[in-house]
């Protein structure tokens, strides 16, 4: 079974800085992989989607990558913002079945 | 920009009560999906449903679930006879197409068993 996780746990960086979430998964065999935001008691927003086939996408301040073969993808934040204080998720959608597989996620805490 | 819509936001529930959650998806999307997330706990996969009928389901979905497409928008999540065990956020989830495109997910039923 799919097993997803991210590191670090907890997050704290002053604003400005350009920081790393790491993601891992257990099994190569995916679709894709999508990077979640989650803000306190409130819904899943997408933020990235990775296919299989590409190495990274790009929007705005964030850029994914994805080594599919070493079972990793990183989330980089560029300029840090307080608003950007949220837990990110990653997911990966696996070649067989038609589920996500959600890691515990990063709580990023960015102070002023 | 369209989105998924869920009701209630939070729902407060006896335990053996009968609860239906609801979501109406992304127009034109073909996929739709429920999970749910424990408190600090992972968000965990219930159920696919594609074509008017299930199309997968994790162990967590058993009898005491059932889901439903009884029009065009709405996509319901029942859960029987509640327990303690079932309070969690619940999400809906939508996708245009097959698994290579992009999930969208609703703002999370919190429910709460009591």
């Known amino acids: 079974k799919q097993e997803v996780t991210q590191i670090p746990a907890a997050l704290s960086v002053p604003e400005g800085e350009n920081l790393v979430l790491n993601c891992s998964f257990t099994?190569?065999?995916?679709?894709?992989l999508q990077w979640f935001r989650q803000d306190p008691g409130k819904g899943l927003t997408s933020l990235l989607l990775?296919?299989?086939?590409?190495r990274e996408q790009t929007s705005g301040r964030l850029n994914a990558s994805l080594d599919k073969s070493s079972g990793r993808s990183t989330l980089y934040i560029a300029a840090s913002q307080p608003g950007d204080s949220a837990t990110y998720l990653c997911?990966?959608?696996?070649?067989?079945?038609?589920?996500?597989?959600f890691g515990t996620g990063t709580s990023l805490t960015v102070i002023p | 920009e369209p989105e998924v819509t869920q009701t209630p936001s939070h729902q407060v529930t006896q335990m053996g009560q009968e609860v239906i959650l609801r979501c109406v998806p992304i127009s034109n999307h073909l996929y739709f999906y429920w999970y749910r997330q424990i408190l600090g706990q992972k968000v965990e996969f219930l159920v696919s449903f594609y074509n008017n009928e299930i199309s997968e389901k994790s162990e967590i979905f058993d009898d005491q679930f059932s889901v439903e497409r009884p029009d065009g928008s709405n996509f319901t999540l029942k859960i029987r006879s509640t327990k303690l065990e079932d309070s969690a956020m619940y999400f809906c989830a939508s996708m245009a197409g097959g698994p290579v495109t992009e999930a969208f997910f609703g703002q999370g039923t919190r429910l709460t068993v009591v």
């Open positions: 990775i296919q299989s086939s590409q």
């Open positions: 099994d190569s065999a995916i679709y894709n």
């Open positions: 997911a990966v959608r696996g070649l067989v079945g038609n589920q996500f597989y």
